[in-house]
Each structure stands twice: as C-alpha cells, then as structure tokens.
C-alpha cells in the first residue's frame, strides 16, 4: 500500500495552525493568527491569536475600528504575533521563525526582533503601504530576520471532526 502521497508540507502544517489560531478570535474586521516554531525540530513552541489581554471581557471593549481612539479597538487589543510571544513560559525563541496570517506591525515587529525569533513567514501583506508596516520591514532589513511570504498550490484544506476520514486537500 505505501505511505499517503497527499499530505501537507511543514509550511503549510505550520500556517493552517496560525489560520486555525486566528479562528479564535473575536475581532470582526481582521481576525489574525500566529505559530512560533523551532527551526531545528519542527516543533510548535506557542501560538497566539488577536484578542483582549486576559480579564478583560471581549464583550464589555470595544471592536469598532473608527471613531474616538478610547472606543476603536486599537488601544486594547493584544497582536497575534505578541500574543504568541507572551503565551509561551519556557522556550527560547532564539533562531526561530514564527508563521503569521498578517505581515506584523511595527510593535510585534519589536517583540519580534527582541525574542530572537529569526524569520518570518506571512500569508497577507495587506497594509504594505502603511507607515507602521514600512518600519517594520526598515527594522526587519536593519536586524537580518528573513522575510518570506508563504507560497503554497492548496486552495484550502478542510479538516472533518468525524473520526474516520482523513483531511480533505483541494488542489483546485
């Protein structure tokens, strides 16, 4: 019989785990998500998802994106990526890489670079032209973490909650 021919790269393992994280958001506009990983051993070191620090009800603050700052989500939320950062206790980050579903701000970028993590693989990078992602390329350039956008021919990967069928990939 053989093994299954069918199965999913590391990259694509590692940014469905930041694509299933951003699930567990709350955030109406741009649920986001994010997976630390070990470069050596493949192994998945955190993750986190955008959302309100612990304790602070996401039914009493705010998502709105416009208005007065105090009622916009902005000054409340906690990044995918720094809460990925902030979930993990014990490992190192050093040398790492983390997958995100959005190209980080320049304060996750910070975290980033401060955690030692090494690369950064993204799926969308679609505030390119604001000044918040320009300086954390400038700062990403200047520190030598590798930028790489994820490439991958899956459309989708649907995952069933029944016991028996294997992941459904679709290469359309």
């Known amino acids: 019989m053989g093994k299954r021919k069918d199965y999913i790269s590391w990259d694509e393992y590692f940014m469905g785990i930041a694509l299933l ?8 506009s741009t649920p986001v998500g994010a997976c630390i990983v070990d470069s050596k051993s493949n192994r998945i070191l955190s993750v986190g998802y955008n959302g309100f620090p612990i304790g602070c009800s996401d039914d009493d603050f705010p ?6 700052p105090l009622e916009t989500k902005y000054p409340y939320v906690v990044h995918a990526e720094l809460n990925a950062i902030l979930n993990n ?19 996750c970028t910070k975290a980033i670079i401060q955690s030692g993590i090494k690369e ?13 992602v320009k300086a954390s390329k400038r700062m990403l ?5 590798k930028l790489r956008q994820f490439n991958t021919n899956l459309e989708k990967l649907t995952i069933s909650f029944l016991p028996d069928p294997p992941a459904k990939i679709n290469k359309d």
Do not use: H, M
Request: net charge negative; aromatic share 12%; glycine share 6%.
């Open 21 to 28: 994280s951003a699930k567990r958001s709350k955030d109406p």
């Open 89 to 107: 206790r014990t490992a190192n980050f050093e040398g790492n890489k983390i997958y995100t579903t959005l190209f980080p701000c320049n304060e």
């Open 141 to 145: 350039e200047q520190t030598g973490v």
């Open 120 to 132: 950064i693989i993204y799926l969308s990078d679609k505030y390119a032209d604001t000044d918040s």
């Open 63 to 68: 998502w709105e994106r416009d208005g007065s």
